[in-house]
């Protein structure tokens, strides 16, 4: 069973930064090939994807809209720990939503590409909440 574990969400200005940690850790898969997806879902709006890495972490994608703003990074603690960050710089008030990490070993990332069909990640993260207002 593969447990994902959010952080780091909370309220923050305009222009300000946040950085959202995603611990995965698993006693028996092997994470090695896994993608990480990064989603947020605002109020009212369906939930779209944001930012995604490979499971090498040399492949990232972003949204257009997070583009410049956002860094998606990943650390390998062995083949069955890893912990995803979301990095948010130069916060708007349209980044405000409940964001979610979900990985999967089917999930393919391109620099312009990211797999959005929820059901192709196996797993996903509670959620944190991240609020922009001033």
């Known amino acids: 069973h593969l447990q994902l574990v959010e952080s780091g969400g909370g309220l923050v200005q305009p222009g300000g930064s946040l950085t959202l940690s995603c611990e995965i850790s698993?006693?028996?898969?092997?994470?090695?090939?896994?993608?990480i997806g990064w989603f947020r879902q605002a109020s009212g709006k369906e939930r779209e994807g944001v930012s995604a890495?490979?499971?090498?972490?040399?492949?990232?994608?972003?949204?257009d809209s997070v583009k410049g703003r956002f860094t998606i990074s990943r650390r390998r603690r062995d083949n069955r720990k890893n912990v995803a960050y979301l990095q948010m710089d130069s916060l708007k008030p349209e980044d405000t939503g409940v964001y979610f990490c979900?990985?999967?070993?089917?999930?393919?990332?391109?620099?312009?590409?990211?797999?959005?069909?929820?059901?192709?990640?196996?797993?996903w993260g509670q959620g944190t909440q991240v609020t922009v207002s001033s």
């Open positions: 890495i490979n499971s090498s972490g040399d492949v990232k994608y972003y949204i």
């Open positions: 979900a990985a999967g070993p089917r999930v393919v990332v391109a620099e312009t590409y990211m797999t959005e069909d929820p059901n192709e990640y196996d797993y």
């Open positions: 698993n006693t028996g898969i092997t994470l090695d090939y896994y993608g």
